[in-house]
């Protein structure tokens, strides 16, 4: 229980900054909000092993539903990292009909920019050219044993997936920070 309780200051003290301009905009997303399908967000966690010691973030959180399903299903502390400021507040509103909020928070915050080396989770649906350019932040911030997952897009050649799994026609991918 103090290690869980921790790893909640932990995470709360990474993103409780980056709340504080919360709603202000800070440049057009990436790539446009594609939901990612219960059956892929209950795979892809699973695939992560998620446990109740884990603070997932997960990196263009859309309407939170991931971080949502990571405190709901397991316990573990989420933490949605959004651009969009109509979705963060999408996210908001699903994490109060959650009943989740003292394991969940929503950031306002360029993935690219945010600090997510408080993860020991991190699940994302980004386009390959992004995922490619996450990788140099992925090895300088995480620590060895944090666990990535993707939806529907690896990597590339640069860094292979350990593992992939179809789920109904939707690749999910994983890897582990060395």
């Known amino acids: 229980m103090k290690t869980r ?6 995470a709360a003290a990474l993103v409780a900054p980056a709340n504080a301009g919360q709603f202000k905009p800070n440049r057009v997303p990436d790539v446009p909000y594609v939901p990612t399908p219960e059956s892929v967000v209950d795979a892809m966690l699973a695939l992560a092993h998620v446990t109740s010691a884990d603070v997932v973030y997960d990196l263009g959180s859309g309407d939170g539903r991931i971080p949502i399903a990571a405190a709901k299903q ?18 908001n509103d699903n994490l109060k009909q959650a009943g989740v909020g003292d394991r969940v928070r929503f950031v306002y915050g360029d993935l690219f920019e945010t600090d997510i080396s408080g993860a020991t989770v991190v699940t994302m649906f980004l386009l390959p050219r992004l995922t490619e350019r996450l990788i140099p932040k992925f090895t300088r911030e995480l620590r060895p044993g944090t666990r990535i997952v993707s939806h529907k897009y690896d990597m590339g050649e640069t860094w292979p997936p350990e593992q992939s799994q179809d789920v ?3 690749m999910i991918y994983l890897w582990t920070v060395k």
Do not use: K
């Open 168 to 170: 109904d026609g939707l």
């Open 5 to 10: 309780f921790a790893a909640l200051l932990v």
């Open 74 to 91: 397991y316990g573990a502390f989420g933490v949605g990292i959004e651009m969009d400021s109509l979705l963060l507040r999408r996210s």
